[in-house]
């Protein structure tokens, strides 16, 4: 088998969203694109993610990005439970943007310390 570099981020299961510090979405991988069907899929590259956003949502991501911080929750939507993880990326240690991770996650599952 040929190894296709990054074809493991093409096939997640979770949507991968790539944008830079402007919020201009760069990449989105196979399940992004599917998630953001009815908002445009694929033909959202090159859009500002925060146009998706409304009011209150739209300004917590612009604080975010504007302090390059990480946010973390879950959400429910269509049945489905899922944990959305937004947070900066850097291109040679330089602030480049958002990549924002949503995975399916079962609605009751474990939880274990590891100290």
């Not at 899929?41 to 991501?61: D, Q, S």
């Amino acid at each position: 088998m040929k190894y296709e570099e990054n074809a493991w981020v093409k096939s997640f299961p979770g949507a991968i969203t790539v944008s830079d510090t402007q919020g201009v979405i760069l990449e989105m991988n196979d399940q992004s694109v599917k998630a953001f069907e009815e908002d445009g899929g694929r033909e959202l590259i090159g859009k500002n993610m925060l146009e998706c956003h409304p009011g209150p949502a739209r300004l917590k991501v612009e604080k975010m990005m504007q302090k390059k911080e990480t946010n973390v929750y879950t959400i429910e939507k269509k049945g489905k439970k899922k944990i959305i993880y937004q947070t900066p990326w850097y291109n040679d240690g330089v602030y480049a943007g958002f990549i924002e991770l949503a995975l399916e996650i079962p609605f009751e599952m474990e939880h274990f310390l590891r100290d």
